[in-house]
């Protein structure tokens, strides 16, 4: 059974830096897309940065230059650093694997996902 898990979400002051963690089980990734999403209370579930196979990054404007992503694929494992965060960044975040080659900003892409993990960032 494949199974996603997030650690790493907290309550931190706006300009403090978080890192979330991915760990997937159940079967291995390495050919796999990864990425992170996020759903503030009342908003859509949207695209945060995504890794692909071959380590190719990619970003919402939003994030970029403050936000790294990268992954582990002999632990199984992603992370997404975020520094320099701001209230708005305030969500659930949630990580996603998928065999995604072009879509890699689409949520519709990808086939597992995690219970997701809060970040709350305060002003």
């Known amino acids: 059974q494949v199974q996603l898990v997030e650690s790493g979400g907290g309550l931190v002051q706006a300009g403090d830096s978080l890192r979330l963690s991915c760990v997937a089980s159940?079967?291995?990734?390495?050919?796999?897309?990864m990425g992170w999403f996020r759903q503030a209370p009342g908003k859509e579930r949207e695209f945060v940065a995504a890794i692909n196979w071959s380590e190719s990054t990619y970003y919402a404007d939003s994030v970029n230059g403050r936000f790294a992503i990268s992954r582990d694929d002999a632990k199984n494992t992603m992370t997404l650093q975020m520094n320099s965060l701001k209230p708005e960044d305030t969500a659930v975040y949630y990580c996603?694997?998928?065999?995604?080659?072009?879509?890699?900003?689409?949520?519709?892409?990808?086939?597992?996902w995690g219970q997701g993990t809060q970040v709350t960032v305060s002003s």
């Open positions: 996603a694997v998928g065999n995604v080659e072009y879509a890699v900003r689409s949520r519709i892409a990808y086939n597992y």
């Open positions: 159940g079967r291995t990734f390495s050919g796999y897309t």
